[in-house]
Nanobody, 118 residues
Framework: QVQLVESGGGLVQPGGSLILSCTTS????????MRWYRQAPGKERELIAS????????NYDDSVKGRFTISRDNGKNTVYLQMNNLKPKDTAVYYC???????????WGQGTQVTVSS
């Protein structure tokens, strides 16, 4: 079955960096666009970064543009989110999602917690 497993979250000080990974199985990873979302306490899940199947096209929400980088390794069936200059407002559970034909997310990972605090 399809599985998406995020890892790499944790506690980091403001200004620090983390790399999140989303390792997938059960589908042909290289054929699908992928996204990273996050959900802060009491807020809706928000899209922060997306990447095309080939990795050539990426998009970012303004809140993370210039600080976060999405990438993928189709040989390892994994999508990454490099997060630099982290701020307390980046504290959230981060989820990866596999994009379906209609443009919505068809499967989600379980999420990984990122906490930015001194």
């Amino acid at each position: 079955q399809v599985q998406l497993v995020e890892s790499g979250g944790g506690l980091v000080q403001p200004g620090g960096s983390l790399i999140l990974s989303c390792t997938t199985s059960g589908f042909t990873f290289r054929n699908d666009n992928m996204r990273w979302y996050r959900q802060a306490p009491g807020k809706e899940r928000e899209l922060i970064a997306s990447i095309s199947a080939t990795g050539r096209a990426t998009n970012y929400d303004d809140s993370v543009k210039g600080r976060f980088t999405i990438s993928r390794d189709n040989g390892k069936n994994t999508v990454y989110l490099q997060m630099n200059n982290l701020k307390p407002k980046d504290t959230a559970v981060y989820y990866c999602g596999r994009v379906g034909v209609g443009g919505g997310v068809r499967e989600w990972g379980q999420g990984t917690q990122v906490t930015v605090s001194s």
